[in-house]
């Protein structure tokens, strides 16, 4: 049996700010992010599996980026804590729970490496995470993809 490709959209709304970047984007500002999510493996040929003839259920994709990636970061604002703004963002976060507040900038670039780590390591035994794509905008995206990231 071939092996097969699986994608599956997501989308969520997060805001950013690019501290320290040297353009409009160091302003807090919000993106429409779309995330497709890209598996491979080989189809069940268990006739007695629930998983009969398929690379994995949609379902428990859609389950496992939910999880993991969408319902932590929608409707979130991600900021880069440096030693000057350290007080000052754990002010902020006492009020407003879904701020998170990371080391490395949160580019489309950073964001996409670290969701490639968590999704891989979540998938079930025999799918192997193919390629995401990170839309941060209609025109612009970030792709990561298996073959470009051995050993992951
Ligand atoms: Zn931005």
Redesign the pocket.
């Known amino acids: 049996m071939a092996v097969i490709r699986l994608t599956r959209e997501f989308s969520f709304e997060m805001?950013?700010?690019?501290e320290g970047y040297d353009g409009l984007?160091r302003h807090i500002?919000?993106?429409s992010y779309k995330l497709f999510v890209t598996v491979s493996g080989t189809p069940s040929t268990d006739p007695s599996s629930s998983r009969y003839g398929m690379v994995m259920d949609f379902g428990d994709l859609k389950q496992i980026v939910n999880e993991l990636i969408v319902d932590r970061y929608d409707h979130a604002l991600v900021l880069r804590q440096t030693p000057e703004n350290a007080g000052l963002l754990e002010r902020v976060r006492e009020k407003w729970e879904r701020v998170y507040l990371v080391d490395s900038q949160?580019?489309?670039e950073q964001m996409i490496d670290q969701f490639a780590r968590q999704i891989a390591s979540a998938l079930p035994e025999g799918v192997q995470l193919a390629e995401l794509k990170l839309y941060?905008?209609e025109k612009s995206h970030a792709t990561w993809r298996a073959e470009d990231n051995i050993p992951l």
């Open positions: 805001a950013h700010a690019l984007c500002h919000g993106h949160p580019t489309c941060e905008t």
